[in-house]
C-alpha cells in the first residue's frame, strides 16, 4: 500500500523547515564575501560570521527539543518557522556588522528547532514500511532549499544590485519561511503527541488519516510504550538506559559535519576561487552541486527502506573519503585544478545518498516517544556543535597552513565513521518506532 494523498500533503509540510535551512546555507555561501567586502572584516570576523549562525541553530536545537516534547512538534515548529522569517527581514536591512551577527544569531535559533521538529513530526506520523522515505523528505527539502538557494543568488548576482546584492539573497529567504508558518495551521498533531496527552480520538483519528493498517493496535502499542516509559514532558533524555541511543544521535551527528559538507556548502565560492576560477563561475558551480545534492538525495530516498540505514552510511562513507581524500591531493599539489569540480561533484553524491539522506531518519528512530524531540535536540545539536567548529576553523586551517589541510582531515574523519558505523551501527529499517525502543534501551 502507498502513501495516500493525507500523508504525503502532511509530510511534506511537516518537511518544509528543511527548505529554509537549505536555502539559508545557501544564501551564507552567496552572501559571505560580499559582507566581508562590505564591512571590511578580517579572516576570523568572516569565520565568526559563518559561525554564529550555527552557534544560535545549536541552542535552538535543545530548546526546539523541549518545546516539542511540551507544546508537540506541529506547535514548536510555528514558532521557529515565524523567528526565522522575522530574522531573515532583520538581516537584510542591518545597519552594521554587529546587528547582523544577532540577527544571524536568531536566524540560526529558529533553523535549530526545526531540524529537530521536523523530522520528530513525520517521524511519528509514518507508517514503518515508509518512515525512512518519508523522513527522507525533510532532508530533499534541504537540499532542494540549497538549489533554489544558489539560483537565488546567481538570479540575484546578475541583476548587479550593486551594494544591496547580498541584502536582497537574504531578505528573500523569509518568503519560503512565511509560506511554511502559514501551512503549518493545516495539519494535525501527531498521533503519538496526541496519544501523550491523552487525546485518544485524536490519535486514533490521524492514525487512520495517514493510512495506519490497523490503527486500534497500532494506538494500542503507543500506549502501551507511554505506559511503560511513564512518558511526561519532564522525562530527562540523560539518563543510563538510553546511554545506547544517545551515542547513536550523537556520533551520527557529529560524523555528519565531521564530512564536511556544510563547510564545502558555506565556502563553496572560496574554495573555487583558491583553485582559480572566477567569481561568476563560482555561482554556476555552485547550482551544479546544488542540483547532484538534490539527484542523489532522492537515489538515497529511494533506497534507504531498502537497502537500510548502516548499508548506505557504509557506502557513503567509502566514497566521501576517497574525495576529500582527492580534493586534498588538488590543492597540496597545486595540480590538476580541473578535476575539483568533479571531485566535489562525485563526493556531494555520495554523501547525499548516504548521510544526508539517513541522519535525520536515524535520530528520530533511535529514541522512544517519551524524550524523542528531546534524543532528536541533542543529534542535532552534536551536528550543530561540530558545524560550528569546523565553520570558524576552516579559514583559519586555510590561512595558517594551505587549502588542502581541511579535506585532509575530512578524509581522514570519513574513515572513522566507516570503522565506528560498521562495528556499532544497529540496522532499524522495516521495524515500529515501539519495536526498536524495546531493542534500544537498555536497564
Known sequence: ???????????????????????????????IDLVV?????????????????????????????????????RAALRYA????????????????????????????????????????????????????????????????????GYTSNYLVGRANLGAIDWRVMVGIAAAP???????????????????????????????????????????????????????????????????????LAITIGAFNQLAGINCI????????????????????QSIVVGATNWIFTLVGMAMIDHFGRKSLLIVGAIGSAGCMGGVAWIFSSNSH???????????VAFFSLSQGSVIWVYIGEVFPTAVRSKGQGVGSASHWIVNTIIALGFPILVHRFNEGTPFVFFAAATVVQLIVVTLFYPETKGQTLEQLQRKLIRA
Open 37 to 73: 567586502q562590505h564591512f571590511g572584516l578580517s579572516g576570523f570576523e568572516k569565520g565568526l560570521t559563518v559561525a554564529v549562525g550555527p552557534v544560535g541553530t545549536v541552542i535552538g536545537c535543545f530548546a526546539g527539543g523541549v518545546m516539542g516534547q511540551r507544546l508537540g512538534s
Open 81 to 148: 518557522a515565524a523567528l526565522y522569517c522575522l530574522a531573515a527581514i532583520g538581516t537584510a536591512v542591518a545597519p552594521g556588522w554587529i546587528m547582523l551577527l544577532t540577527l544571524r544569531f536568531l536566524s540560526g535559533l529558529g533553523l535549530g528547532a526545526a531540524s529537530v521538529l521536523g523530522p520528530v513530526y513525520i517521524t511519528e506520523l509514518a507508517p514503518a514500511q515508509w518512515r525512512g522515505r518519508l523522513v527522507g523528505a525533510f532532508q530533499v527539502n534541504v537540499v532542494s532549499g540549497l538549489l533554489l
Open 177 to 247: 519561511a512565511l509560506i511554511f508558518f502559514i501551512l503549518l495551521f493545516t495539519i494535525p498533531s501527531s498521533p503519538r503527541w496526541s496519544a501523550s496527552r491523552n487525546e485518544i480520538d485524536e490519535a486514533l483519528t490521524v492514525l487512520g488519516q495517514m493510512g495506519a493498517a490497523d490503527p486500534k493496535a497500532e494506538l494500542a502499542e503507543i500506549q502501551s510504550a507511554l505506559t511503560a516509559e511513564h512518558a511526561s514532558a519532564h522525562e530527562p533524555v540523560f539518563q543510563w538506559k538510553y546511554r545506547y541511543p544517545l551515542f
Open 265 to 284: 556548502l558555506y565556502y563553496m565560492h572560496s574554495i573555487f576561487a583558491a583553485a582559480g576560477f572566477a567569481s561568476e563561475s563560482g555561482y554556476v
Open 337 to 347: 585544478q580541473s578535476a575539483l569540480l568533479g571531485l566535489l561533484v562525485l563526493f
Open 1 to 31: 500500500m502507498r502513501p495516500n494523498a493525507k500523508l504525503i500533503k502532511t509530510t511534506l509540510t511537516g518537511a518544509l523547515g528543511g527548505l529554509i535551512f537549505g536555502f539559508d546555507i545557501a544564501v551564507v555561501s552567496g552572501i
